[in-house]
DNA sequence: AATTATATGATAAACTTTATCATTTATTTT
DNA sequence: AAAATAAATGATAAAGTTTATCATATAATT
């Protein structure tokens, strides 16, 4: 496969957030790069980039789907207040199971991330 | 909230499957029930649902969202050989963790499932 | 330089989901 | 029971998302 300059910005577009962006995100950001872009070639190369696990999709629930350019091992937290999707170490989860024929698993936490816990925390202390 | 004949038999084919289905084979299936219901209010009545916590939509990487009106704690696993997501309970999973703020977490594993296993080992004892 | 293979941009087509609105159905009030 | 009110529906338009098509452009190979 061709590493072409659209691939590449599109890609290296991915590499420089930890934002996990939607499509939409993406192809804006790229445009930036190459203008004259088009949006077939964004989704084009995202499936490229996914087949050749450059790139990791991910679904949380009620979300459009998302791309991470992070294929490392690693959870995510989906924030409840504000959105955000945030990466989570895998040395703070511990899984076991008992069933037979897996090979891998995703696991999403949802709930407050620390940014805006720690607004709520600054919110109240004024009260 | 009412429970029209629509609502009713939008939840009732979801309770009477297993198989997580996405909005195309829920809208099918009504239509055998009901066979003049919209789709829109198809669509409609899955968000009722959600929003009252009678049903829930999941997300597995790359597919559809799909429903379940299992709302039960349990776990998934989608088969990598016929793409079938499987329940799994939550007494064959545990999970620790040591992340603030997170109230609950949804885990999909990914695999080879019972059957498709077992079709496996069959066509290799042929030989 | 010519040939071959791959990728692109533009856009049409397909598909999915939401919004609109007049009509229907159910509930409440009188 | 009839009238008034509220909620849900079906049909379909609109919006949004993703894929397919194809002529052109770009890169690699011969």
New interface residues.
């Given amino acids: 496969m061709r590493f072409s300059k659209q691939r590449e910005a599109v890609y290296n577009v991915l590499c420089q957030t930890t934002s996990h962006p939607d499509v939409a995100w993406i192809y804006a950001r790229t445009r930036e790069i190459i203008p004259n872009i088009s949006i077939a070639t964004v989704y084009r190369n995202l499936q490229e980039l996914l087949s050749i696990g450059k790139i990791k999709?991910?679904?949380?629930?009620?979300?459009a789907e998302r791309y991470d350019a992070n294929v490392s091992d690693h959870a995510h937290?989906v924030c409840?207040c504000c959105g955000k999707i945030v990466d989570?170490d895998m040395s703070?989860?511990?899984?076991?199971?008992?069933?037979?024929?897996?090979?891998?698993?995703?696991?999403?936490?949802?709930?407050?991330?620390?940014e805006?816990?720690n607004n709520k925390d600054a919110s109240q202390n004024k009260q």
Same sequence: chains 1, 2.
Avoid: N, P
């Fill in positions: 999709k991910l679904s949380a629930e009620g979300y937290l409840s989570i703070q989860v511990d899984v076991k199971h008992s069933i037979a024929g897996v090979d891998r698993y995703e696991i999403t936490f949802y709930g407050c991330c620390d805006c816990r």
